[in-house]
């Protein structure tokens, strides 16, 4: 074995030594060296339009000729001087032997250092005679299994155009997609944590990247798992036994129930269905369930409210309230009617006409330049991040200027006329050849999906058809993969790739053949999206407790236990409401409305709960809008905000109506725990309740309450500290 | 990055996201608190700290000069109380910023957004709430009272937290503090039958709440605890009660800072830093501005000199007492005052109609002076914070019109409050939605004379 590694180490060595005597050239030699000790950082001399200090370089150094020209150019040539290349500014200030804002980035007569005078004195090329390109880089190992709290030396090979190859582990950086997990020091020493998993470090050399994915492993027993209901079982208990991570056990009837129905209809059981479900014997009774609750129009409202969202139907202005409420409509009746997700995204990126004629033309309403029109599409519908190349060549992505402008060119002949309502344009497709200037080139630019070749459009088609096309097309590496991977994160709260709409090669899977298993799922369904969320809420994974057991407390991306989601904004608000028997009011809209459904962002403004609570504004084309995150002011409005009190003491509402109840307190405590919890109350818990709302009570005089009012006081407190539990916060 | 486990709890889950994805280095200088008195709409500089009396009638307004405690530094005769402590605060009198309008103007002093078009809603949060989130990031703090108060908030329809969400907003206090029944909402129950009910149901819901043992390990439901416990404590603890009361105050106090909202206000805002708080805002708007109810002062809203003669003697009074007593009781050192608005005023005079009657302003129609908004030069006020006072930094021309020495922007206002918070300005960065980095200052340098 260890032959085997000596030769091509031998070589290796011998190329290098070959090198270090080679003329050095900018592109080559140097870059490296800038990028490696962060001068073209963008908290550095690559910020934004200044650089620091009037000097500037590109971001993480993808522009070697605009480098080259600051460096040894500009600043009337003294950043380098090449009779002695010791004084060069670019060298004084690197090693702070001039006073350097940004401090000592190099140490004097290290490697780096040397390669840098001596360049200078060689009289700084740019580049030499048939000088080699680099082609690729090569991490090893690629793919290893390490042990928890254990190191891994990486190294990183560069493979020229000629064949040569170069160890430039010292001038690569290296970063882990997670840092809770594995940290990576800048020689490439990569150290493992606590937490078992999947873990990728990026490294990026010279323009290219390459990943090394690490297993890390728990080693527990895994002897006991429970059967594989469809495919996802089949993968995801393939990964723990991997690692060695040993899945909980399947929920209780109760907790699936309230789980299945928030995640797929935003709600909780009525009391009725979580009985009717518990009394059911049969086998089947769980993917019945799911079935009944994807039939319902509350799985439209649900996920129409999800979409709405991201597509921005925003009320920016009073008069949008007939256009958003169309979009909203129209997209609830699509998730209704089922609508193939690729004809849906079709209808919206390629609509024409107006908005009360065709409700996807609101899109185009919200979102008007082109380069929003491109990023959005791309972050939405393929997980892929493009603001970035929009100004420069994506810092971790193969992606560059012109990929940015050849998909931007999709859009490019979009037509708009004024219509008769402020604000509404008619879209159609505007005569002409399709193409979009490249910011810097100024070269003008055909359409062409993202790594494909540019496409001739005639002047009469709308580009934007040739996009959808690309997009459905059954092997586009993003689309399916984008939409199965937003769903599964918004079952199992974390995406199999983080975030879940940044897909790329350095940012892998935890669980690869998931994830290709659920695109082709996906796509062989002929993007079915009820089929998708289906063959989910079905699997047993999706059914595992939120309960962990010796061992898999620790993990946080195997899926070995549900990871309890806090309940939306608007989640909360009906749950409080269906709990209490109370209604919240939404203007312009019919009595009994539901947080769930509302159409457009104007509600979070009026409503304190909802904002509070974090519903988006619709802002944004990120998930991470709707901020799900606990805060003091949302554990105040809970506690003791005007509109939680009016539910709790609302007339006619339960706490009211169970203190009348002429059935024994008993009964009231019952009901109020299938409500929440969709679960009979445990003795103890019973007991508790029983004896609570049965205590006498005082007023501030320390007189006695009489009965009545003290028994529907008691019920009030009693639903206060119900839905204050954490068991009602949270979907579990 | 190190976070200790009370800091975690103190955490909200994204932002533990957020804080891996991050460059922030650990500061290392001395933490501090910073009051900022904010003058919605902006102070007529020339009208005040950066009087031109040699300036032509076209621009001077009606005011005399009065000598200052700095020699060399006069101000104008609206200002005798801020005259007798000059020696106490430094200005920056070569403010200047881009924006014309309120909404980009307040928003680039705020958070550094180099646009100028006024948008509705800001793109990046404010300093506030970036200082209470990379605050919270640290975690370890044990005081029950919320880290960034705003009495009341400044500009709230202009600031905000932007991506990082509403976690790190401000608490308001919108009631006015000198009202005698002021009451902070969700602040120490006064009612004692309230405060028993409430201890009532949180008993009931600690013996019947047994789910987080099964599930704590991302810290989400330990965060949400230890809200819970701050949400309690602060309706419940009397202490947090006592932060708020002025009550507590000695009647010389209150009457020295003015018996009056912004006077009251300003001694809530120093009561509160006494208290552990280290962001604290004011907002000096309201009826007592005039009108409109804000220092934008065109001819249309307000007459300005009487604008000025109307509100100034309140402003004058309530600054300086805060300045006076964040020195007397050696706050000095930890505790920096900042007073400005988003811009001054326009040097040359203009005339319009009145479109109402009101405070310090005439009848409908009546022609009467007024000045606009002027982001090309402008004046700020620093106090305490350890700094050298007594100076004057930069120079505005002799309208004071543009600036001729040390210009100092925006985003050097930012570094410059950064630094006082012990936060690297240089370093840190944000991620947006989007997931891209983005500093907390885009180009600045925090002002040498400002953070000795």
């Not at chain 1, 009394?279 to 996920?303: M, T």
């Not at chain 1, 006409?353 to 393929?382: C, H, M, Y």
């Amino acid at each position: 074995m260890s032959r085997f590694l000596l030769i091509p180490c031998v070589w290796l060595l011998l190329c290098l030594r070959l090198h270090a005597e080679d003329p050095l050239s900018f592109v080559r030699d140097i870059q490296p060296i800038l990028t490696k000790s962060g001068c073209n950082a963008g908290a550095c001399h690559a910020k934004a339009i200044t650089g620091q200090r009037g000097f500037r370089l590109s971001v993480l150094g993808f522009e070697p000729e605009e480098d080259y020209e600051a460096i040894v150019k500009q600043c009337k040539g003294r950043r380098v001087f090449p009779p002695a290349p010791e004084e060069s500014l670019i060298v004084t200030k690197a090693t702070a032997i001039l006073p350097h804002t940004g401090g000592k980035k190099l140490e004097p007569d290290s490697e780096m250092y040397q390669t840098l005078v001596r360049w200078i004195a060689e009289g700084t090329p740019y580049t030499q005679p048939d000088e080699p390109t680099l082609v690729q880089i090569v991490t090893e190992p690629s793919r290893i299994s390490m042990k928890p709290n254990s190191d891994l030396q990486l190294k990183v090979t560069a493979r020229y155009s000629d064949g040569s190859l170069r160890d430039v582990t010292k001038l690569a950086l290296f970063e882990a997609n997670d840092s809770a997990m594995a940290s990576a020091s800048e020689n490439g020493l990569v150290k493992s944590l606590d937490l078992p998993g999947n873990v990728a470090v990026m490294i990026r050399y010279g323009g290219q990247v390459s990943v090394c994915s690490i297993t890390i492993p728990l080693g527990a027993p895994t002897d006991q798992m429970p059967p594989e209901k469809n495919f996802i079982d089949q993968h995801v208990f393939a990964n723990l036994k991997q690692i060695g991570i040993p899945p909980s056990t399947i929920c209780d009837d109760s907790t699936f129930l309230r789980r299945v129905s928030l995640d797929i209809a935003g709600r909780l059981p009525t009391i009725d269905e979580t009985k009717a479900f518990l009394a059911d014997k049969s086998s089947e009774k769980r993917d019945r369930a799911v079935e009944q609750i994807l039939h319902s129009p509350d799985y439209a409202d649900y996920f129409a409210n999800k979409w709405t969202a991201l597509l921005k139907n925003q009320r920016a202005d009073a008069a949008d309230i007939t256009a958003n409420f169309a979009f909203h409509a129209w997209m609830r009746d699509n998730l209704l009617a089922n609508t193939p997700y690729d004809q849906l995204v079709r209808e919206i990126l390629a609509s024409t006409g107006t908005i009360v004629s065709n409700p996807p033309v609101a899109w185009f309403k919200r979102v008007k330049e082109s380069t929003t029109q491109v990023e959005d599409v791309a972050q939405l519908f393929l997980g892929v991040r493009m603001q970035c190349a929009q100004c420069h060549h994506h810092p971790f992505e193969r992606w560059t200027q012109a990929e940015y402008y050849h998909l931007a060119a999709f859009f490019s002949q979009i037509g708009r006329k004024a219509t008769t309502v402020a604000g509404e344009d008619l879209i159609y497709h505007k005569r002409g050849i399709a193409q979009t200037e490249h910011r810097k080139t100024r070269v003008m630019l055909k359409p062409a999906g993202l790594g494909e070749p540019p496409l001739d459009i005639a002047p009469d088609d709308d580009p934007r058809l040739a996009l959808a096309d690309w997009m459905s097309k059954k092997d586009n590496p993003f689309f399916a993969k984008a939409l199965v991977n937003r769903y599964w994160k918004h079952f199992f709260k974390r995406g199999l790739i983080e975030p879940e709409d940044d897909l790329r090669d350095t940012n892998p899977p935890t669980n690869p053949e998931l994830l290709d298993a659920l695109a082709k799922h996906f796509i062989d369904s002929d993007y079915d999206l009820k089929s998708i969320v289906r063959v989910i809420a079905q699997s047993h994974t999706y059914q595992f407790s939120a309960v962990p057991n010796e061992h898999n407390a620790i993990d946080r991306q195997a899926f070995s236990h549900f990871y309890p989601k806090r309940l939306t904004a608007e989640e909360l608000l009906d749950s409080i409401d269906m709990t209490t028997a109370s209604k919240t009011d939404f203007a312009d809209l019919p009595p009994g409305t539901r947080a769930i459904s509302l159409p457009d962002n104007s509600y979070t403004k009026a409503s304190p709960f909802l904002k509070v609570f974090g519903r988006p504004d619709n802002a944004s084309v990120c998930e991470c809008e709707r901020v799900q995150s606990a805060s003091l002011a949302q554990s105040l409005h809970l506690m003791n905000a005007a509109d939680v009190k009016a539910k709790l003491t609302a007339n006619n509402g339960r706490a009211e109506r169970l203190s009348k109840a002429e059935a024994p307190t008993v009964e009231g405590i019952r009901e109020v725990y299938l409500a929440a919890f969709s679960r009979e109350p445990t003795e103890e818990e019973r007991r508790i309740a029983e004896e609570f709302i049965g205590r006498p009570r005082i007023d501030a005089q320390d007189k006695p309450i009489e009965a009545a009012l003290a028994k529907r006081m008691a019920f009030e407190d009693f639903l206060w500290a119900i839905v204050n539990t954490k068991e009602f916060l949270f979907n579990h | 990055m190190q976070i200790g486990l009370t800091g975690m709890a103190t955490l909200s889950w994204p932002g533990l996201l957020k804080l891996r994805a991050e460059n922030a280095s650990s500061p290392k200088s001395e933490r501090k608190s910073i009051i900022m008195v904010w003058l919605p709409g902006g102070l007529s500089h020339v009208d005040t700290y950066d009087p031109k009396p040699d300036a032509s009638s076209e621009y001077r307004g009606p005011f005399k000069t009065i000598k200052t405690k700095v020699s060399g530094t006069i101000f104008t005769e609206l200002l005798p109380m801020n005259a007798k402590i000059a020696d106490k605060f430094t200005l920056v009198r070569s403010m200047n910023q881009t924006a014309g309008g309120h909404p980009a103007g307040t928003m680039q002093m705020f958070s550094g957004d180099p646009d100028t078009r006024d948008k509705p809603k800001p793109r990046f949060p404010d300093w506030m709430s970036v200082a209470h989130y990379l605050r919270s990031k640290e975690g370890g703090r044990d005081n029950p009272l919320p880290n960034y108060i705003g009495v009341p908030a400044a500009s709230p329809e202009y600031s905000s937290a932007a991506y990082l969400g509403d976690a790190y907003a401000p608490f308001a206090v919108s009631d006015d503090p000198n009202r005698p029944n002021f009451q902070v909402p969700n602040i120490g129950l006064t009612d004692t039958s309230e405060a028993r009910r409430l201890s009532d149901r949180l008993a009931l819901r600690r013996s019947l709440d047994t789910l987080e043992r099964a599930f704590d390990l991302e810290g989400e439901l330990g965060a949400l605890d230890e809200f819970e416990a701050q949400a309690a404590t602060l309706l419940t603890n009397p202490k947090t009660r006592d932060a708020f009361d002025l009550s507590k105050e000695d009647a010389a106090t209150r009457d020295r800072y003015g018996r009056n909202r912004w006077g009251q206000q300003l001694l809530l805002a120093r009561r509160l830093v006494e208290a552990g708080v280290e962001i604290v805002t004011s907002n000096l708007n309201g009826p007592l501005c005039g009108r409109v109810q804000n220092w934008d002062d065109h001819a249309v809203n307000h007459h300005q000199f009487e604008a000025l003669r109307f509100r100034m003697p309140t402003y004058d009074r309530c600054v300086s007492a805060l300045i006076e007593d964040i020195y007397s009781r050696g706050l000095d050192k930890k505790v920096l005052v900042i007073v400005t608005g988003e811009f001054g005023r326009t040097p040359k005079i203009s005339f319009d109609r009145s479109t109402g009657p009101g405070d310090a302003s005439g009848p409908t129609g009546t022609l009467q002076p007024g000045r606009d908004h002027w982001p090309r030069a402008f004046t700020s006020l620093w106090a305490g914070g350890g700094i050298q006072t007594g100076g004057v930094i930069g120079a505005s021309d002799k309208r004071g019109e543009d600036v001729v020495e040390r210009p100092c922007n925006a985003n050097d206002f930012l570094a410059t409050i950064y630094h006082h918070l012990g936060i690297d300005y240089t370093k840190t960065t944000i991620n947006d939605l989007n997931g891209r980095p983005v500093h907390i200052v885009a180009n600045g340098r925090a002002i040498p004379e400002l953070v000795s």
